[in-house]
Structures are given as structure tokens and as C-alpha cells.
């Protein structure tokens, strides 16, 4: 039957027709209200996972990836996202061991527990440590679903946590240095004593051995005074005091240095190059004892690395860019440093010889003394060609030292 001219068909609507049609447009509207919200919510809560400064991804019993955040995208072992999503981890993380792998994911889907761990990963160049997450994930029941895999590079906790663990090392023994200094004190005087008896009972002037003899005993007289001045130096550790400081200049502590050491038999075994021109006549403000133990401990570091007949040079230096500076280079053509142990040769404790033939703290040792003198230590080493130790002081003038 059609419909009497000037009507329509919303006209010929009843009340209850056109109640649901406005029930079904506000139904409309709200779905795409909430599947906007929906949508937003989503992007959200991916913009706060891809916002983690850790790598995030999760698997599900099948072992296949459902998330793979943008940290673990990027970086030397990234993988992009298209490439993971709907993949089983074995395939994606193929330079890991399956085994391995799955053992892991199994035990978290079997038991429920979080499990964490650490690993060290070389892939970057540098050694990395990464703290593992393994958490457990439940969509419905009481069944583990999923397992949430984060990643974080937590190498720079780990080395501040060395570095607190090496300044209690460093307390503990400035400690150890007040209690034994008395202890350690006795001896050396009782040692200085009886240089002093014998060399006063020398006949003055007598032919033959009598002054090798004479020089030995001063050796040893200056060696247990230095020994001395070196064990009360440690009581610094827990009681600072200010070293006593004068005008000299490199070659005269290289002199100290090379008289002290001429009579060791590994010293001896190699030759010392001088090269001390007019650089190391420049005055400098230094305490000589402190400077003697960083030249000869930087000598006997050079013997280490070298075999004997070997030649360690001894040079002077002005810097070209720094006119106000003047320094002392010790170089080798030994077995020379890692970058990994160039990295670290500077850190208390840390030594590359065996057990018992250094405490590392040698190179530590001479930062902080030529730190304190207001300069500063370099090292050039190139594995299997040599080291080259810098020392480099600024230039000092005697009327602005201060007596």
C-alpha cells in the first residue's frame, strides 16, 4: 500500500520505532566512544612500555612473541619489532642456546615464581651486565599464560658498586696502616741503627771494599728512611696531613730514583735509557719521596712487562700544548694492555699480575700522588707493542711557592 501524498516514511514511524532507532544511534555513538578510548589506551599504555630504559618482550606457552618494546629494537643485538612479533623466541634470539632458553620459560610457566638472574654480554665491544626478569603473567585463572622478559643493562650499578666495595677496601686499610705502623716502625729504626754502627766502624778511607761497602750502607740507610716516610704516609687513609714539598726537578728524582734501584738484579738485567735534557731542569714543587716511589714503581712495573736485555727509557718533556707544564715519560716495548685493561689499570686493587706478585695498587697509588701535586698521569699501551707512562707536572716558580 503506498503511502497518501505528502507523507514519508519516518512519518509512518510508531513512538516504539523510532525509540530504537535513537537507542541504536547512541549505541553507536558509545562504541565508537569506547573503542576510541580503547584505542587510546592501547597507544598509551605501548608509548609506556617503548618508554622503558629496558628491553621488554613477552611469549606465550607456545613460545611465541606477542610484545617486543622499541629498547629492544635498538642497540647491537636489536631486532625490529616486525620481525619478532609472531615468532618463537627460538627463532628470534637464534645466538642464544634453545635449550637454555626454554629450560628457563619452563620453569616460570611450571612454577609461577619470577625468576631473575644476571648475564654478561660482550656483543656491544665492551663487556655489558644485564639484570634478567622472567615474570610470571596470568590473562584469566590461576594458569601462568604468558612470561614478561625484561632486560636491563645495569653496568653502571655494578661499577659503582665496585667502587664503594674498593673505597671500603681502601678504609679498611687505611686502618690496617695505623695498627701496624708502630709495629712495622720498630724494626726499621733497629735496621737504620745498625747501618749507622757498622758504617761508623768502617776504617776511614781504607783500600778494597770498604767504599762499595760505604755505598751499600747508605743505600740502605736511605731505603729504610724512605720505607719509614712511605709507612706513615698510609696513616693518610684515615689522618691526612700535608707532604713536605721544595723546589726541585725531574732529574734529580730520577737520580734518587736510579741510585736506589741500581743494585736490583732485575733492574740491572735491562737498560736504562736517559733522556733528560734541558725539561728535566725546570723546577717543580714536588715532595721528592713521593715523586721517587711513583718513577720507581713505574721502573719496576717497565721490568715486569719486558724480558731481560730489554731497554726502558727514561725521557723529559715540555708539553707543546701546555708551555706551563713539564713532564716525565717511562715507555717499554713489553707485552703492553687490553683496552679492557687500559680501562681499568688505574683503579684500586686491580692488578693483572698472578696472585702474590702485585697488589694493584701501584698505578692507583701514582694517580692520586701526582693528582695531589696538581697533575696528572697518562698511559699509552698498545697490546704486544709497549707502555708509555706520563707524568706531568706544572712548571713551579720560586716566587710563587709558597715555604
Known sequence: MTPPPGSSPAADRSPSDTDAAQRIAHLERELDLRTRELEAQRRFVSQVVDSLPVGLYVVDRDYRIHMWNRTRETGMQGIARVEAIGRTIFDVLSRQPADLLKREFDEVFATGVLQQFQMESDASGERRTFRISKIPMRLEGEHVTHVITVGE????????????????KLSALGQLAAGVMHEINNPLATIAACAETIALSLPEGAPGTAQPTAELLRIIDLEVQRSKRIVDSLLDFSRPRPSERALMHWR????????????????????????????????????????????????????????????????????????????????DTGHGMSAAVRARAFEPFFSTKATGKGTGLGLSICYGILRDHGGRIELDSVEGAGTTVRLLLPVAHAAAVTP
Open 252 to 331: 734529580d728524582v730520577v737520580d734518587q730514583t736510579l741510585f736506589l734501584v741500581q743494585h736490583h738484579g732485575e733492574i740491572k738485567a735491562r737498560r736504562i735509557e736517559r733522556e733528560l735534557g734541558d725539561p728535566a731542569a725546570l723546577p717543580i714543587h714536588v715532595d721528592r719521596d713521593q715523586l721517587v716511589q711513583v718513577v720507581m714503581a713505574l721502573l719496576w712495573n717497565a721490568t715486569d712487562a719486558t724480558p731481560r736485555g730489554a731497554t726502558i727509557r727514561v725521557r723529559s718533556l715540555v708539553s707543546a700544548e701546555e708551555p706551563g707544564v713539564v713532564g716525565l715519560e717511562v715507555s
Open 153 to 168: 643493562d645495569i653496568t653502571p650499578v655494578r661499577a659503582a658498586f665496585e667502587r664503594s666495595a674498593q673505597a671500603e
